[in-house]
């Protein structure tokens, strides 16, 4: 399977902390990308991160892949209410069209 | 900012019955897919198209399940004789290329009585 898994699979934390969520995969990937979910939603992209990459900021968001694990994270610093959502990490196979989702971690901060 | 857009919101149909779930895409985007989500679940891959024509396909993608682009802008998922178990949301995603970002729209609820 080429299935991702997130740990933790959920993460409650005070405004302000910081949020670390990890996804591993199994299978090569062309490319991992972090998506965020509001409850009943469609998903929102978040950042992508390429298989020749190590690290990728985005404004309060900051990704590591490492191939070698088959791991990735996602860090949210200075968390707010507002991020209150479903993380879902998806790797994106070398074959170019498949794109296998992770089981999500919901994350819940607290005002 | 474009957007996919998803018809209709919310379907309810009786067992065994057929469905349309419509998309348009963001219009210079070329790869279409389709995924479910069971609720409280994973999002799972059902299939991809490009270029008129399926180009990958998951396990739960069976006989059941079609996709076409039937007029050059809709972009539709038919599922024929509906279980119980095609309850679901089912996700639209465009891109302009084939490792870019995808763009989703936000789903339709299938729900199968």
């Known amino acids: 399977s080429q299935q991702g898994e997130e740990d933790p699979q959920a993460l409650s934390i005070q405004e302000g902390e910081n949020a670390t969520m990890n996804c591993s995969y199994k299978?090569?990937?062309?490319?991992l990308q972090w998506y965020r979910q509001n409850s009943g939603r469609g998903l929102v992209h978040l950042i992508l991160?390429?298989?020749?990459?190590r690290e990728k900021h985005s404004g309060r968001l900051r990704v590591t892949l490492d191939t070698s694990k088959k791991s990735s994270s996602l860090l949210i610093t200075a968390s707010r209410a507002a991020d209150t959502a479903s993380y879902f990490c998806?790797?994106?196979?070398?074959?170019?069209?498949?794109?296998?989702f992770g089981a999500g971690t919901r994350l819940f901060v607290k005002a | 900012e474009p957007e996919v857009t998803q018809t209709p919101s919310h379907q309810v149909t009786q067992m065994g019955q057929e469905v349309i779930l419509r998309c348009v895409p963001i219009?210079?985007?070329?790869?279409f897919y389709w995924y479910r989500q069971i609720l409280g679940q994973k999002v799972e891959f059902l299939v991809s198209?490009?270029?008129?024509?399926?180009?990958?396909k998951s396990e739960i993608f069976d006989d059941q399940f079609s996709v076409e682009r039937p007029d050059g802008s809709n972009f539709t998922l038919k599922i024929r004789s509906t279980k119980l178990e095609d309850s679901a949301m089912y996700f639209c995603?465009?891109?302009?290329?084939?490792?870019?970002?995808?763009?989703f729209g936000d789903g339709t609820r299938l729900s199968i009585l």
């Open positions: 219009s210079n985007h070329l790869y």
């Open positions: 299978t090569s990937i062309n490319n």
């Open positions: 991160i390429r298989s020749n990459e």
């Open positions: 998806a790797g994106h196979g070398t074959g170019g069209f498949k794109t296998i």
């Open positions: 198209f490009y270029n008129n024509e399926i180009s990958e």
């Open positions: 995603a465009t891109t302009g290329g084939s490792f870019q970002p995808q763009h």
